[in-house]
């Protein structure tokens, strides 16, 4: 299967007899916070269906370093202040993302973007909301610890020795990475803590939903949860052309898969002034390209516990799955008044897929409550992805 070639969920769905992968590898200890827990071997617990993921050749996956990563994802001294940790914006009980519109970094710079959920995040081609130069999760990491514009993590070339021998005076970090990268000479280096939390982010699978328990037959979905699936298939409510993968949405990449064209729409949430205009500093893809039809498109997000993961859109300007409905039957979103009015229906770089959809208040009900069923209440709690720290 391609990028090119999804098909709509209600057909490859029907295939999906979905599996626990909240364990991620075989052989994984009940007791999570045991150091001494040591296995070279990696082993992918996936759905069927679900394709193995693709890992770069120099980073393979391993037990010790998925839990290094996981470590090292919650502490504080990887910041410059040793206030902020990449789950400073990624709450498990949210699915990783934080529940704010936008995010705020470690020295109160405030975002841009909204924090994206990093779960299933194994499989996304691009990373972030809009750019296309990050394909990997090694590449994404670089922006969150030293972005120096807009602070997230705030290491810099001041303070990068410091944070480092913050670890390296840690016992038990020297034994860990002693034991994941045994051929450096100096083990405890920005490249390697980079490796260990894309290799934890890796392993961040969802694959417990209720929808998933209905595929295997565990569960029935209601007749509201039914409806609103057959909705979400149809040409008459239009979800699946952007969300129609095995991972709901329609940038992915696996192992073997074929390099296709990755997708950023416009969705008609801005038209600033009527120009075309998204808000200055925010145009997305148009911030890489420099092309005026690049204006407003960004990478469509995976709906896996979407329920969750409020607010919603690149700027957290929708708050509710209401207000989201609401905007795609409405084929876009008119302000009327303030810095940002003007007509996003009428963005001229809008996808043709984005148009006025007839639905119902019924009809909406039944959409959101099919969406909840994608909600894996597991992962939100599980121990093996939570702070090993608490």
Not at 216 to 241: D, M, P, T, Y
């Amino acid at each position: 299967m391609t990028a090119q070639s999804f098909v709509p969920v209600s057909g490859l769905f029907s295939l999906i007899v979905a599996a626990l992968l909240l364990w991620g590898c075989v052989g994984s200890g009940t007791e999570i916070n045991d150091s001494s827990q040591k296995s070279d071997e990696w082993h992918w617990d996936l759905p069927p269906n679900f394709p193995t993921p693709k890992v770069p050749e120099d980073n393979p996956m391993s037990e010790e370093k998925f839990q290094l990563g996981r470590y090292l994802f919650y502490d504080k001294r990887l910041s410059g202040n040793e206030t902020f940790a990449c789950a400073s914006c990624h709450h498990q009980d949210k699915a990783f993302t934080d529940g704010k519109k936008v995010s705020i970094g470690s020295t109160g710079d405030v975002l841009t973007r909204n924090a994206p959920s990093v779960v299933n995040s194994a499989y996304h081609s691009t990373y972030t909301w809009v750019n296309p130069d990050l394909t990997t999760l090694e590449t994404q990491m670089a922006t969150p610890l030293f972005a120096t514009e807009i602070v997230e993590m705030g290491v810099n070339d001041e303070n990068r020795g410091t944070i480092l021998q913050r670890f390296r005076d840690d016992p038990e970090y020297v034994e860990r990475f002693q034991a994941v990268f045994a051929e450096d000479a100096e083990p405890i280096v920005f490249d390697n803590i980079i490796k260990a939390i894309a290799a934890f982010q890796r392993g961040l699978l969802t694959g417990n939903s209720r929808f998933e328990q209905y595929q295997q037959g565990i569960v029935s979905l209601n007749a509201q949860e039914e409806r609103g699936r057959i909705l979400f298939n149809s040409e008459k409510a239009e979800c699946f052309h952007c969300h129609g993968s095995f991972n709901f949405n329609d940038q992915v990449t696996f192992l073997g898969a074929r390099l296709e064209p990755n997708f950023f729409h416009n969705t008609g949430l801005y038209n600033v002034g009527n120009t075309g205009d998204f808000p200055a500093g925010n145009q997305g893809l148009f911030d890489f390209t420099d092309q005026e039809s690049d204006k407003g498109l960004f990478r469509a997000q995976s709906l896996w516990n979407v329920a969750v993961t409020a607010p919603y859109m690149h700027d957290g300007s929708l708050d509710s799955l209401e207000a989201v409905l609401d905007f795609y039957a409405d084929g876009g979103r008119n302000i009327t008044e303030g810095p940002y009015a003007g007509d996003g229906r009428l963005n001229p770089n809008k996808s043709d897929l984005i148009v006025l959809i007839d639905l119902n208040d019924q009809e909406k009900a039944d959409l959101i409550a099919f969406l909840q069923t994608l909600t894996d209440e597991s992962l939100l709690t599980n121990e093996r992805f939570s702070d090993p720290f608490k």
